[in-house]
């Protein structure tokens, strides 16, 4: 059974930083695409930030590029994501995300179909 479990969420002002954590189970963690998104209040789910099974390949959203940097330890099942001068519209919910096995795929957002139950982040003006 998937199972993933955010940590490291929590309440910031404008200009901190956070550190995110997943921990996953139930999968060979190491094969698969894996992901970061956030759903901000009043407003749909969108992506973050995305890695290929090897970490060749990371991909951003536009809003998020040279502020936050997605990494995982494969061999202990671990995604992380550290987000560096951090915005208030950077509020939300944050949710880590298991996608395929396809590298090639892994920056569509369509091909993540687990989530974990999320972590919230807060960052005030």
């Known amino acids: 059974q998937v199972q993933l479990m955010e940590s490291g969420g929590g309440s910031v002002q404008a200009g901190g930083s956070l550190r995110l954590s997943c921990a996953a189970s139930?999968?060979?963690?190491?094969?698969?695409?894996m992901g970061w998104f956030r759903q901000a209040p009043g407003k749909e789910r969108e992506r973050v930030a995305t890695?290929?099974?090897?970490?060749?390949?990371?991909d951003y959203a536009d809003s998020v590029k040279g502020r936050f940097t997605i990494s995982r330890d494969n061999p202990r099942n671990t995604l992380y994501l550290q987000m560096n001068n951090l915005k208030p519209e950077d509020t939300g919910m944050y949710y880590c995300?298991?996608?395929?096995?396809?590298?090639?795929?892994?920056?569509?957002?369509?091909?993540?179909?687990?989530y974990g139950p999320g972590t919230q982040v807060t960052v005030s003006s």
């Open positions: 139930g999968y060979t963690y190491s094969t698969y695409c």
């Open positions: 890695l290929s099974p090897g970490s060749a390949r990371a």
């Open positions: 995300a298991r996608g395929g096995t396809l590298w090639l795929a892994c920056s569509s957002g369509s091909a993540y179909n687990y």
